[in-house]
Structures are given as structure tokens and as C-alpha cells.
């Protein structure tokens, strides 16, 4: 159709002209009737050269019969529509090189004859942006989805991404982000907080409940989302970088029991149970079935077998094997008291069996013990997470081995106390009171003056005797704790202890919580101290501090050492035990109390006891 192409320019030029895009006036046979100057710097064409000429001139030639047959579907239209920009189009230059641009059509009626207005525009940089941003993307090691900050709206996937939701990249674009959470309406709220925010990194709605993604296969996955706000081509948009945490829940779930587990370790009373727990556990809480351990047998000279999974008996069809000292991969741990895990025994040079039918192993030293052995029939059978709880298992067993160890150990010295005190009760006493006795009818049938010094022998036997028997129960823990009321303690042990001229001063009326039994040693312990000190006229006092309380009198006070008359065997005095004030020190700290030393009031001796368990 021809025009009076003067009004066409007449019309047009000034709106040609005042734009920074290149401009081209298109007629319905694709001829090019107007270009504004800004053609020459995108195509190197003066706009002369141009007019008249079909539009494909400036296509590339791979492409020139697809832009003919969408130009002439454009114009056959029957309604010509304002078209936006038109994305991953090129250019030819009139050099031959090509560029990327974006093309925009606007259907313009003049004289009756329809044209189309297209507006072209090099996205070169805008190109190469997105080409480096797409290379980050995808350089991303965990599920990256671009979404527009406003509505939510995903305009840009990683590969990762795709993989990871189980879609192809172009199915996630152009869906909400919220679509890819089990709850859309908490997720968008999520999402809405987070874009306000600026971005953060969450894995929990504000109720403590998890974050879960949804797979196009439907299954849900707990995730970690780092959201980061951002702009681009002047879009405010939001990244949200997915990371699937199934892997650590899977690890803190299993500490979590791991932890109930230890305090049952921890509660057994031999070697055989913790051994017993340890395999029970590998297998239930740490999903290890196949596992065992062995302790060092110093009669057999080898690591022994002392609780295994029914699992492995299975490979064996009996209770596992014993390991030699100085044979396998298994005692090798045990000497050097280093981990090891292999993930295919084939490999390995020293296993103890070249014909084992495990593949993959864990070997976990237990301190001076043995080792815990974790095995698999299947080679690379343990990820990371199976070492680190499977080592974490170990270092408790360990722990409450050692503890077992230390308690047999300290039950036997007790038994050995046990029986030193039968010894000092009955096997000295014995003799002891037949010696009063004798000393009692030699003063009815003469007296001598080497008699009071055989009476004086028997007392500091006695003493040393009542020293002892204390001393002996001092390791034992305290356990009978109840309420006692101070005064009445302190007058009954005044009576067993006290002379014709010493005084006692009561100025307390509550009650401590105490072993009744262990307080009287203390208490007479002391009275006797300010007696062979201070002498038969010294006065003690009792009395109340804010956290507990003390016993001083009036003698001549503690020497400038005063901290080491509380040590075991010391003593101030030829005929001393040296175990009185070490025995009150050890009731003390068998209670939990706090011992200090002081000059008293009258500038005699004052020990105090805090952190006590008063009752008013």
C-alpha cells in the first residue's frame, strides 16, 4: 500500500528523532519507511541507507524467514497489540558482527495505512550481566531461586536448584516462591518478613517449627534458607539460597539420644554393661547395626570381645573373634590410640583377615580399654555424619569405662578400709580394754608412778583408735543428710568431751543439714582441739554466720600456719594424732562446706563453715 510517505515523515520525525533508542518505521510489507540517527551508532547505516530497504536487513541471516513469518503475523493480526520487549533477539551490524538486542513493537495508523514502530535497543552489557550472574548462579554449590521481591514471583533458577525440586529450570519460573513450601500462606508470610528485612538466614517459622521445601515428587525436605535481598536493573529482587539440612537434623536428633544414652553409660556399675550399652546404642541410635566391642584381656594378652550386635554374630555365626597384640588394623588403633576408617578393607594392607567379609569399618580407640569396631559388608558404607557420632559414642563409652575403672578401684580400697577398721574395732580394742582392766587391779594392789604413765598410754590408744575409725569412713559419701539442730549436736558432743572447768557457749538455734553421725566427729574433733590447746578452763563457743557457722574460743589461737594443721599427720604437739583437724577438714569437704580459719574474739582459735544447708 503506498502513502504520501511526506506526511509519514513529517508526522513522525520529531518522536524519531528525540529518542535514545534506535527507531525504525516498519510498513506492513516489512520495507523500512523512516530510521532515526541513532541507528548509525547501533548498526552503522545512515538512516538514508536504510529507508526503503526490507527490515531484514538488519537481522541476521539464520533467522530471516523465522522474522519474516513472526513480522507477517504481527501485521495480519486483526488486532495490531503494543508488543514489550522481546528478549534473546540479535542484530546484524553492517560490519557482519552481531549483538544482542531487545526489540519492542507499537502498531501507528497514518493516513489510513498501519505501521509498526519498533524500538531497538543493545542489551550487550545488560547480556553480559546476566551471563556473568547466570556463571555465579550456577557456580553456587546449593539450590539458588530468584524471585521478584514484590510478589514472589521466580524469575531465575540454578541448575542446583532444578535438581533439587526435581523440575526443569523453565517449569519453576514464573511460579511463587511460596509454591515450593508444603504451607504457602505461612511461607509467604516468611518470605514477606525476610524481604522487609533485608534478608536473613532461617530454617524455623517463629513458632520454633521447621522450615520444610516441597519436590515435585511431593516429598518434604527440611531446609536452611539464606534470603538476601537485592537490586538489579533497577528490579529489587530476593535470593533465596536453599540448603538441605536433612543431614543435620538427622545429627542432632541422634546427639539427642545420644545424650539420653550416656547418662545410662554413665549410671552402669562394670565394664560388661557399658559394653553391653554401647552396642545397643550404635545399633538404635546411630543406625550403626553392625558394630562390637573389645576390651584388653591382660591374661590373653589380646583385645576380647565383651558385648557385640546381633548383626555381627550373624557374620560370624558365632560371638566374634578374638584380636591378637601386635595383629590387624583393630589393635594398631588400640596402641596408638588414633581413629581410622576405611572405606573398603580390600585396600588395606594389615586387616587381620584377608578374607573378612566386611568391606567398610570404623575403628574407635577407647582410651586404655579396647576399641569399638563399627563394620558394613558394603564398601563406603559411613558418611561423615556416622564418624562423628559414631566417634562422639566412643568418647563416652570411654568416659564411663574410665569411670567404672575408678569406682572397683575405689570399692576395693573401701573394702580394704572396711577391713582395717574391723581390725582397729575389735582385733585393738580387745586387747586394749584387757589392759585397762590389768592397769585397774595393779592400782588395788600398789600404786606407782609408772602406772599413770601406762594410763596415759591407753588414752592416746584410744585416741589414735577413735582417730582411725573416723579416718576410715571419711571416703565414704554422704548420703544420711537430714535436718539437725545445731544446739542439741553440740551439747551431746560437749558431754562426751568436755572437763570439770570448761565452758560451752551455745549461741545458735537453727539447724544444718548434715549426716548427724559425720557432724559429731567434726564437732568433737574441734572440742577436743580447744581443750589440749587452750586448756582445762578454755571456753568455747558456737554460733551463727549468714551462710553457716563457727567454733572459737578463747586460747591462745591458731599458729601463723594455720592452713597446715589441717593436713594429714600434722600435729602441734608430741602426743598428738595429727589426724583430728584433717578429719574435720574432710567432714567438711565430704559436705560441701566451705572451711576458713580466723582469730576469734577473745584472740583465741575460730573455724567457720559456709555454704552449709541451714534451716532456720
Known amino acids: 500500500m503506498d502513502c504520501d510517505r511526506s506526511v509519514v515523515d513529517r508526522s513522525s520525525a520529531t518522536i524519531l528523532d528525540a529518542s535514545p533508542d534506535a527507531i525504525l518505521l516498519v510498513d506492513g510489507t516489512g520495507r523500512i519507511v523512516r530510521a532515526n540517527d541513532r541507528v548509525t551508532d547501533l548498526f552503522g547505516y545512515e538512516p538514508h541507507e536504510l529507508v526503503g530497504d526490507d527490515i531484514e536487513r538488519l537481522v541476521p541471516e539464520d533467522v530471516r524467514e523465522s522474522h519474516v513469518a513472526d513480522r507477517d503475523a504481527y501485521f495480519d493480526s486483526p488486532e495490531m497489540r503494543p508488543m514489550g520487549a522481546s528478549v534473546e533477539l540479535s542484530g546484524l551490524h553492517r560490519d557482519g558482527s552481531t549483538f ?73 519460573v514464573g ?75 538427622r545429627r542432632e536428633e541422634a546427639l539427642e539420644r545420644l545424650h539420653t544414652a550416656t547418662r545410662n553409660l554413665m549410671r552402669a556399675t562394670s565394664t560388661d554393661v557399658v559394653a553391653t550399652i554401647a552396642t545397643k546404642t550404635a545399633s538404635k541410635v546411630l543406625e550403626l547395626p553392625m558394630n562390637g566391642v573389645h576390651l584388653y584381656d591382660d591374661e590373653a594378652d589380646a583385645l576380647v570381645p565383651a558385648a557385640w550386635s546381633p548383626e555381627a554374630e550373624a557374620v560370624f555365626d558365632e560371638q566374634p573373634p578374638s584380636i591378637p597384640a601386635g595383629e590387624g588394623l583393630a589393635w594398631r588403633v588400640y596402641r596408638t590410640g588414633t581413629p581410622e576408617v576405611y572405606a573398603d578393607l580390600d585396600e588395606a594392607d594389615d586387616a587381620l583377615n584377608a578374607e573378612t567379609p566386611f568391606r567398610s569399618e570404623l575403628f574407635l580407640p577407647l582410651g586404655d580399654h579396647g576399641v569399638l569396631l563399627v563394620s558394613s559388608t558394603a564398601p563406603d558404607a559411613f558418611d561423615t555424619t556416622d564418624e562423628a557420632l559414631a566417634r562422639v559414642l ?28 574391723s581390725i ?12 585397762e582392766g590389768r592397769l585397774a587391779l595393779a592400782r588395788e594392789s600398789a600404786d606407782s608412778e609408772h602406772l599413770a604413765h601406762v594410763e596415759r598410754a591407753h588414752e592416746r590408744m584410744e585416741g589414735l583408735i577413735e582417730d582411725l575409725l573416723a579416718l576410715a569412713r571419711q571416703d565414704e559419701p554422704v548420703t544420711e543428710v537430714r535436718a539437725v539442730p545445731l544446739a542439741e549436736a553440740v551439747e551431746a558432743c560437749w558431754d562426751h568431751v568436755r572437763t570439770a572447768e570448761a565452758t560451752l557457749a551455745v549461741e545458735t538455734n537453727r539447724a544444718v543439714r548434715a549426716d548427724s553421725d559425720r557432724l559429731r566427729q567434726l564437732l568433737e574433733n574441734l572440742f577436743r582441739n580447744s581443750i589440749e590447746h587452750g586448756g582445762d578452763a578454755v571456753t568455747v563457743t558456737v554460733g551463727d554466720i549468714p551462710d553457716g557457722f563457727y567454733v572459737a574460743d578463747d586460747g591462745p589461737g591458731f599458729p601463723d600456719d594455720a592452713a597446715a594443721l589441717f593436713e594429714e599427720g600434722y600435729s602441734t604437739t608430741g602426743g598428738g594424732t595429727g589426724l583430728g583437724l584433717f578429719i574435720v577438714q574432710r567432714v567438711a569437704s565430704a559436705h560441701g562446706w566451705d572451711l576458713s580459719v580466723a582469730e576469734s574474739v577473745d584472740g583465741g582459735a575460730r573455724v567457720e563453715f559456709r555454704d552449709v544447708d541451714v534451716e532456720r
Do not use: M, W
Request: net charge negative; glycine share 4%.
Open 100 to 172: 544482542p538486542v531487545d526489540v519492542s513493537l507499537s502498531p501507528v495508523t497514518l493516513d489510513g495505512e498501519t505501521f509498526a514502530v519498533a524500538v531497538v535497543r543493545d542489551v550487550s552489557q545488560q547480556v553480559a550481566l546476566q551471563t556473568k550472574y547466570r556463571t555465579i548462579l550456577d557456580a553456587v554449590p546449593d539450590a539458588v531461586v530468584v524471585a521478584d521481591a514484590a510478589s514472589g514471583e521466580i524469575i531465575e533458577v540454578s541448575q542446583q536448584a532444578a535438581d533439587f525440586f526435581g523440575y526443569e529450570p523453565a517449569e519453576l
Open 175 to 249: 511460579r511463587t516462591q511460596s509454591a515450593l513450601h508444603p504451607d504457602e500462606d505461612r511461607y509467604r508470610e516468611l518470605f514477606e518478613e525476610h524481604v522487609s528485612a533485608g534478608g536473613a538466614i532461617f530454617s524455623q517459622f517463629p513458632d520454633g517449627s521447621d522450615v520444610y521445601a516441597e519436590t515435585k515428587s511431593g516429598s518434604q525436605i527440611p531446609v536452611e534458607i539464606n534470603a538476601y535481598v537485592f537490586e538489579l536493573d533497577s528490579r529489587r529482587l530476593i535470593a533465596g539460597v536453599f540448603r538441605d539440612v536433612t543431614a543435620r537434623k
Open 394 to 421: 566412643a568418647a563416652n563409652v570411654e568416659s564411663a569405662l574410665d569411670r567404672v575403672e575408678r569406682e572397683q578401684a575405689l570399692k576395693r580400697q573401701n573394702e580394704r578400709l572396711d577391713r582395717f577398721a
Open 424 to 435: 582397729v574395732s575389735h582385733d585393738l580394742r580387745n586387747p586394749l580394754s584387757v589392759a
